[in-house]
Nanobody, 124 residues
Framework: VQLQASGGGLVQAGGSLRLSCAAS????????MGWYRQAPGKQRELVAMMHTGTMISDDSTNYADSVKGRFTVSRDYAKNTVYLQMNSLKPEDTAVYYCNAQISDSPWDNYEYWGQGTQVTVSS
């Protein structure tokens, strides 16, 4: 399985960016898919994650407190893709953003995968 992320870049404070991450390979079920970030000198932290329920209506989402109300995570189930819409960006959002997924390729396993990281820089 591979995760291919895209969409990072440089934006002014108050601006918006949208990140995308597509999963490919041997996928039976995506159990969770979302985003982490790591700023220079800091630990990697969860930004937003979507957990797959029995039905799409049962999916759950959690966000870091620092991005609630500004970031929105969403999925295209047909394309095995997760998006992160980032609005009202702040300089403190500057980090490398990593796509993360928990994927089963059989009914009996669950593996964690990471994308390659995409840089988001917010200028003040």
């Amino acid at each position: 399985v591979q995760l291919q992320a895209s969409g990072g870049g440089l934006v002014q404070a108050g601006g918006s960016l949208r990140l995308s991450c597509a999963a490919s390979g041997s996928i039976l079920r995506i159990n969770a898919m979302g985003w982490y970030r790591q700023a220079p000198g800091k630990q990697r932290e969860l930004v937003a994650m979507m957990h797959t329920g029995t039905m799409i209506s049962d999916d759950s989402t959690n966000y870091a407190d620092s991005v609630k109300g500004r970031f929105t995570v969403s999925r295209d189930y047909a394309k095995n893709t997760v998006y992160l819409q980032m609005n009202s960006l702040k300089p403190e959002d500057t980090a490398v953003y990593y796509c993360n997924a928990q994927i089963s390729d059989s009914p009996w396993d669950n593996y964690e995968y990471w994308g390659q990281g995409t840089q988001v820089t917010v200028s003040s």
